[in-house]
């Protein structure tokens, strides 16, 4: 669903689109392991991140990019997230990005904190484990940033409003409360959104939503439902490269 407009301050107004980019697993598939794609490998992401540099691009966290997002500051950044908090993004990714002098934000599932992607292990085939305290804390004192993926995981859209509203409010106070920080950012569970998801993230206080429409950010998107671009493990690292020289030409995603 495309979101455009919205109230004073939750409008994106970029100097140049905005590419945000989508990571799950960091490193290769295991076998037996459905849905292959969410996996990158090591050494495809470090090539990304050498090919982002060379094009000039900055990779930044959520929170140093809002303001490149709300046209306060110039620049070429890419906004670098990571869905779901497995661990592997803190024992491979983390060092890769800090080699680059990086920055990334991690959405947490607030209530799998420690333990596995309960969500989808069975359809998925395999069980990930996903980053406990200590390394949320090692993440957040390598630089790195942290937001909100709900309480469990679920499909918002499909879920009692009242349930789907504390899914979203009541997983950015449990995560402030167990990590003592501020948590101003939010991503949408399998990207799924309506109306009613973006207003409880408005309600929460977010200042950032995010889904899985693919794209980058424009002039005039609500930044409670902001475009990203995937980064599917089967894709070659030429489409990649190809992607980001698209990227300089007038009028491409």
């Known amino acids: 669903m495309a979101t455009r407009g919205g109230p004073a301050g939750q409008v994106a107004a ?10 799950h697993n960091i490193g290769e598939a295991p076998p ?3 849905h292959r794609g969410l996996y990158l490998g090591l050494d495809k992401f470090r ?28 620049g070429q950044v890419a ?48 069980r990930k484990p996903l980053m406990d305290l200590a390394g949320i804390r090692e993440w957040l004192a390598a630089g790195m940033r942290i937001g909100s993926h709900t309480l469990t995981h679920p499909h918002l859209p499909q879920i009692e ?9 009541v997983s950015k106070s449990v995560l402030e409360q167990r990590l003592g920080i501020a948590v101003d950012h939010f991503c949408f569970p399998y990207g799924d959104h309506d109306a ?18 693919r794209g980058r950010v424009r002039a005039g998107r609500s930044l409670l ?3 990203r671009v995937g980064n599917n493990g089967r894709r070659s690292g030429a489409a990649f490269l190809a992607r980001t020289l698209l990227w300089g030409l007038s009028g491409s995603r």
């Not at 140049?16 to 980019?21: A, D, F, G, S």
């Not at 090539?47 to 110039?74: C, F, I, K, N, T």
């Not at 869905?83 to 990086?102: K, T, V």
């Open 14 to 23: 970029p100097a140049r689109p905005v590419p945000i980019l989508t990571y």
């Open 32 to 34: 037996g392991a459905t």
């Open 47 to 74: 090539r990304q991140l050498e090919m982002l540099a060379r094009r000039g691009y900055r990779g930044v966290s959520m929170d140093e990019g809002l303001p490149y997002l709300r046209g306060e500051q110039r």
């Open 79 to 126: 906004i670098v997230t990571f869905d779901d908090g497995y661990r592997d993004n803190l024992e491979l990714a983390l060092p890769a990005l800090r080699e680059h002098g990086f920055s990334a934000t991690c959405y947490l599932v607030a209530e799998r904190i420690g333990g596995y992607n309960a969500w989808d292990s069975e359809l998925l085939g395999v």
């Open 161 to 169: 409003p009242a349930q789907m509203q504390r899914e979203v409010a």
């Open 196 to 213: 009613a998801c973006v207003a409880a993230a408005a309600e929460a206080g977010y200042r950032t939503a995010v889904t899985t429409e």
């Open 225 to 227: 439902a902001l475009p």
